[in-house]
């Protein structure tokens, strides 16, 4: 029998050594992340691989995984050990590498396996580790499979079974690699910045972009796990600066950032300019709804409102579907749904059959961004970006609340504006418009602005968006009502900022 997990141990001890160490914490909503030696030692990923393993039989699904790894100084080490446990539940292991996530998402598919567990910490800092987990392609784990996997492990109820077995596939970057590039070349020039902050996507970002015939200008994309400039993460300021740098300094149309894991894609514009994830997704929407009639976009509750209101989606049929926040719910809506896209204001998009097959690419992102720019021959994508309707957003803030408050305050605001709306009550004295209740609360007024509050997945906090497409002004004002209603629960602390 493999040891119960503990929660907390002594390291440089025997026990440390000879005991699983497993933090209940790191498992999250729709993934998995540890501080490797002090949350999780290499038995305690052992210990997960055999709950893995004892879930994937315990579903019926064949007993067959692709493993990966990003680029960080532990990670193999970690994979491995997940492949013993994995094994010792009986699970055949397809060994992939070195990869992106997306790689891994994609062998599921070139290989015909139906499991997938990723190690990677993405964009954490040194010193994480974690593993991204699915057994229904191209679906990842929600809170249900996390819950059960969870108890499995903690309780040490992995079961030990014969016919594990280990394959390492040979060159399997050429097969990802090959999937996104046996394509059209891009039919107009094009210059972009290319920046991986030395994270694993500089190991095959630029030589896939450069095939479709991108002019590459590289950035931070030779491998150094200790990441020596920044955190390879697009939505960090000293990424963003960086890419803006070197595109202003180059002359490039476009910076292209990619996060650790090479999941997500940022953007910087010709003017240096960012361009936030969701409004990109706006741009992107606008295109490809002209090349797909009536097409159907998810879009997750902190993204702006234009996906509901600009006039050329709105001209184009465009149905617009707002959901839970989080890239496993995100996933799953889409291939229930049968949208062409989904578009999550972190950065992960989703793009369906016949542009990608469901899970989030940060590559696939990238192509279609220039794919797009390749259609609008002559037109910069500041100009792009400037033909969106003007709106007014704030940040995501998140005020503390402990994990054991925020749910129940979340589900009193959530009551205090579906009475209002009922009632007929007024925000400011607008009527209230819309109200979506499948993440926390998004309220609509009937000039185009609103406001989000919701529970962060994986912190002890509140999230709060708001937006408004009239003025600053109306933006700060819906700011405003929402710390108001906030403000009656004396649970919700301090915000990490503010306007």
């Given at each position: ?13 025997y ?8 933090k ?6 729709y993934?998995a ?8 030692n ?6 997960l691989?055999?709950?893995?393993g ?16 990003d680029?960080?100084a ?20 397809h ?18 396996i139906?499991?997938?567990a990723m ?19 191209p ?15 903690l309780t ?20 990802y ?11 107009h020039?094009v ?15 630029p ?5 479709l ?30 890419m803006?740098?070197?595109?202003l ?21 010709d ?12 741009m992107?929407a ?19 409102g ?19 926040t ?22 992960h ?19 279609a ?8 021959p ?15 957003a ?14 129940g ?9 579906e ?5 007929g ?27 989000l ?5 994986n ?11 009239v003025?600053?002004?109306r ?9 108001g209603?906030?403000r ?12």
């Amino acid at each position: 029998m493999f040891p119960i997990p503990q929660a907390s141990l002594e390291p440089n001890t025997y026990a440390y050594e000879t005991v699983p160490l497993v933090k209940p914490t790191g498992f999250r909503e729709y993934d998995a992340r540890w501080l490797f030696g002090s949350e999780i030692n290499l038995m305690g990923v052992q210990a997960l691989g055999l709950g893995l393993g004892t879930l994937i039989h315990e579903r019926g699904v064949r007993p067959e995984i692709v493993v990966g790894h990003d680029f960080r100084a532990y990670s193999a080490s970690i994979k491995q050990a997940l492949a013993n446990g994995l094994m010792a539940a009986g699970v055949t292991v397809h060994d992939i590498g070195l990869a992106l996530s997306p790689m891994a998402y994609f062998a599921q598919f070139a290989l015909d396996i139906p499991c997938v567990a990723m190690v990677t910490a993405s964009h954490n800092d040194n010193g994480w580790t974690g593993v991204k987990m699915g057994v229904e392609r191209p679906m990842t784990f929600g809170p249900g499979e996390m819950s059960r996997l969870k108890e499995i492990v903690l309780t040490g109820a992995g079961k030990a079974r014969d016919g594990g077995a280990y394959r390492y596939v040979e060159d399997f970057p050429e097969v990802y690699i090959k999937d996104l590039t046996d394509r059209e070349r891009l039919k107009h020039p094009v210059k972009a910045v290319v920046a991986c902050g030395n994270g694993t996507a500089g190991a095959f970002a630029p030589r896939i972009l450069e095939a479709l015939g991108v002019e590459v200008v590289p950035l931070d994309t030779g491998l150094d796990h200790s990441f020596p400039r920044y955190n390879p993460n697009p939505e960090d300021l000293e990424m963003l600066h960086a890419m803006r740098d070197a595109v202003l300094a180059s002359g490039a149309d476009v910076g292209l950032g990619f996060d650790g894991d090479g999941d997500r894609c940022g953007v910087v514009d010709d003017l240096g300019e960012e361009i936030f994830a969701d409004k990109v997704g706006v741009m992107l929407a606008r295109d490809l709804s002209a090349l797909h009639a009536n097409a159907t976009f998810v879009v997750d509750v902190k993204s702006t409102g234009l996906f509901a209101t600009d006039p050329v989606l709105q001209a184009n049929g465009v149905k617009t579907d707002y959901w839970k926040t989080g890239h496993s719910y995100m996933k799953r809506r889409v291939n229930e749904t049968g949208a062409l896209v989904g578009f999550e204001k972190s950065g992960h998009y989703f793009f369906n059959r016949p542009i990608g097959r469901g899970y989030d690419d940060g590559l696939v992102s990238a192509i279609a961004i220039l794919d797009m720019l390749d259609r609008n021959p002559g037109r910069k994508l500041s100009a792009l970006k400037d033909a969106l309707p003007k709106t007014w957003a704030s940040p995501t803030m998140s005020p503390h609340c402990a994990d054991e408050k925020k749910y129940g305050v979340v589900d009193a605001v959530v009551t205090h504006f579906e009475q209002l709306a009922a009632g007929g009550g007024t925000i400011d004295g607008q009527a209230i418009r819309d109200i979506v209740t499948v993440n926390g609360v998004r309220v609509t007024v009937e000039d185009g602005s609103w406001g989000l509050v919701r529970a962060s997945s994986n912190k002890p906090e509140l999230v709060v968006v708001v937006e408004s497409p009239v003025s600053e002004t109306r933006m700060r004002d819906m700011f405003r009502v929402v710390d108001g209603v906030l403000r009656t629960h004396p649970e919700v602390g301090a915000y990490n900022q503010s306007l």
